[in-house]
Structure formats: structure tokens, C-alpha cells
């Protein structure tokens, strides 16, 4: 198994740029999120999802998007990039239930200038 | 809001000695994890405490949770200079909630 893959692992946009951070899971795992990594702010939870067409809000949403059409599948859309945007961005999985393991991805370094 | 603090912030001790973090909560959990973070690296998963437990070990690790206090430690044995990374507690309600983490460095 690969387990959480994330793509790619580095970028830089310009302010106002789109993209979209992948990430995929081998696992068969209901449970996806996304988390951005600041400085002295530990994990903050952006956006999950507990199944394929299920999707809600975390803690930071504002200015991201999510999508899951399949299990396997967690993109995470920047419409407008802003500066404010610049993190370290990590993908996790795990099976749906309050005693599961949650597996990371390496992270995706975003900078936006 | 974050769930989830660590003190200290930071924590140097030598190479051999034990190492105690803990870790405070707001509301009610179903399990907290702590997981580990190398520089520039994701999240490895180390032990999961279930709100039922009062402590867990797993090898050099021994985690306690009071969840009247609403509070974990972390205890790392016998440090080794490889311990040297950032740790985490993360709560488990209705999704997961991250601490700030403390940063520990072990001097060989």
C-alpha cells in the first residue's frame, strides 16, 4: 500500500492564481481531511469528508474547496490564492469510527506571493 | 478554536534522560492520540488513549489521560537523540482537533 499520497510537494503561485492540491489513499478509508500546518499554530482542520459525495466544514475553510467523488480521492481546491494562504498542507485518512488511526500524507509546501 | 495544548512549547534534555509532555483539552473526547513530527516531514501516529483508559505504554512510551482534568501526558524513557522532533496530541470528538505541539530536542 502507498497509503496517503499528496501532490505535489512543493509549489509557488501568484496572488489570485487557482490550483488544486491533490491527495489520494490506498486504504479504502471513509475519512478524509485536510489540515494546514502554521508556525506556532499546530493543525488546524480545513475541510473532511466521511464518505464518497460527503463533505462539511472545519475549523479555517474560508477559501478552499473540496470535492469527493470517489473514496479513494480528496482534492483541495485554492480558487484565489492569497498570501494569507501560505502553509504546509497535510492529507489524512482513516476509517470511519472514534477509535481509528488517523495516516498522514507527506505535506504539500504552498508559498504565495 | 484549537482543541488541544502541549506544554511546554519547547523541551531540551540530554540523551538517556526521560521526557514528560503533556497535553490539555476542552471538552469531551472519545479517544486522544499523540503523534510525532520530524522537521519537514507528516504526522507519524504513536499511541491512542481511549477515554475508558487511564494510561497505555507502548515500548519507551507511556501516555496517562484524566479526562476529569481533561488533560494527557506523554512520557518518553531513555531518550535518544532519534526522539528529536515535535509531538502532538490530538482529541477525537466529532473530528479531530490538534495542539500546538511541543518541540523536543534531545542532545546526545
Redesign the interface.
Known amino acids: 500500500n502507498a497509503g496517503v499520497t499528496q501532490t505535489p510537494k512543493f509549489q509557488v503561485l501568484k496572488t489570485g492564481q487557482s490550483m488544486t492540491l491533490q491527495c489520494a489513499q490506498d486504504m479504502n478509508h471513509e475519512y478524509m481531511?485536510w489540515?494546514r500546518q502554521d508556525p506556532?499554530?499546530?493543525?488546524?482542520?480545513i475541510h473532511?469528508s466521511v464518505g464518497a459525495g460527503i463533505t462539511d466544514q472545519?475549523?479555517v475553510p474560508n477559501g478552499y474547496n473540496v470535492s469527493r467523488s470517489t473514496t479513494e480521492d480528496f482534492p483541495l481546491r485554492l480558487l484565489s490564492a492569497a498570501p494569507s494562504q501560505t502553509s504546509v498542507y497535510?492529507c489524512?485518512s482513516r476509517q470511519q469510527g472514534?477509535?481509528e488511526?488517523?495516516?498522514?500524507?507527506?505535506?504539500t509546501r504552498l508559498l504565495v506571493l | 478554536?484549537?482543541q488541544?495544548e502541549e506544554d511546554p512549547q519547547a523541551l531540551s534534555i540530554q540523551e538517556g534522560e526521560n521526557a514528560t509532555m503533556n497535553c490539555s483539552y476542552k471538552t469531551s473526547i472519545?479517544?486522544l492520540?499523540w503523534?510525532r513530527q520530524n522537521s519537514g516531514?507528516?504526522?507519524?501516529?504513536l499511541i491512542?488513549i481511549?477515554s475508558n483508559e487511564r494510561e497505555k505504554h507502548s515500548g519507551r512510551l507511556r501516555v496517562t489521560l484524566d479526562t476529569s482534568k481533561k488533560s494527557s501526558s506523554l512520557l518518553i524513557t531513555a531518550s535518544r537523540a532519534a526522539d528529536t522532533a515535535s509531538y502532538?496530541c490530538?482529541t477525537?470528538g466529532n473530528?479531530?482537533?490538534?495542539?500546538?505541539?511541543t518541540s523536543l530536542t534531545v542532545i546526545p
Do not use: I, K
Open positions: 481531511s489540515y506556532g499554530m499546530g493543525l488546524r482542520l473532511y472545519g475549523e497535510f489524512a472514534p477509535r488511526t488517523q495516516y498522514f500524507g507527506p505535506g | 478554536s484549537q488541544g472519545n479517544n492520540q503523534y516531514r507528516g504526522l507519524v501516529h491512542l481511549r502532538f490530538a477525537d473530528q479531530f482537533y490538534f495542539g500546538t505541539g
